[in-house]
């Protein structure tokens, strides 16, 4: 395999909730036994998350890196080291949505070449086929999560930190909410082209919940170790 240059070197950066140790410990442990089934498998092709922003990526991208001996790497950051700006909603400000969507397509382009990692894509991945043939070498899984959810999550953080979301009136959830329909009609045939699907609306209905907003992202991390697990 021809050695790619990635221009930095990944640490895993954990935050306190991202980390195994930090987990339940049921949690961490279940994801150490389920990723021993599956590794042999994987034969160290890379794990893609894809899903609307808000999804969770990011954060179970990190868990589960750990979890599988991975290393992880989001596009998103590797976009902007890449650039040289400090967040995508810079990026998108300085230079636009499409140059952001090349720069996002080369990243994905040396991701395709490396082995043992978790990417956590941006939201808007999907979108371009070219990204589908680079993710295509690897294993895609879906986090899908409900908009209200979404919405939720991503007015907590702030609409700011997502460039897409900026334009729109109104309070953070409902901008966020009303956008995110938008978006996610445009593409959920997109992220159905997924290897894997991990619903987050099944997973509380296997544990018997109302809803999804207490299912953590260790939770997630499993079932998509499980749903991986099935397409191997
Ligand atoms: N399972 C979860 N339950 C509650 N909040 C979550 C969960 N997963 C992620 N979050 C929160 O949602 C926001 C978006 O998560 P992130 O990992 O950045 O998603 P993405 O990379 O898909 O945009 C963050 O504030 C994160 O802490
Ligand atoms: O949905 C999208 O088009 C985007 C999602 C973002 O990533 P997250 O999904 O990690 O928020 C980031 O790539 C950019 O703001 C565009
Ligand atoms: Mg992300």
Redesign the pocket.
Known sequence: MASINIPFTFVVSTSESENLQDLLDDEALILKNKSHEIEPYLNGRCIYLV?????G??TVGKILSQAIDYSFC?S?TLVEQDVGVTT??EL?QIYGEDF?RDK?TKALEKLSGVHRYVV?T????VIRDENWTCMGKGISVWLDVPLEELARRIAAVGTK????LVNEQGDAYTKAFRRLSD?FEQRYKAYENASARVSLENIAAKLGYIDVSNITPAMIAIEAIEQIGHIL
């Open positions: 899903g609307m922003m808000g999804s990526k990011t989001d998103d995508v909603a998108f952001f996002e956590s941006g939201g808007g991945a930190t997502r460039p897409l978006l």
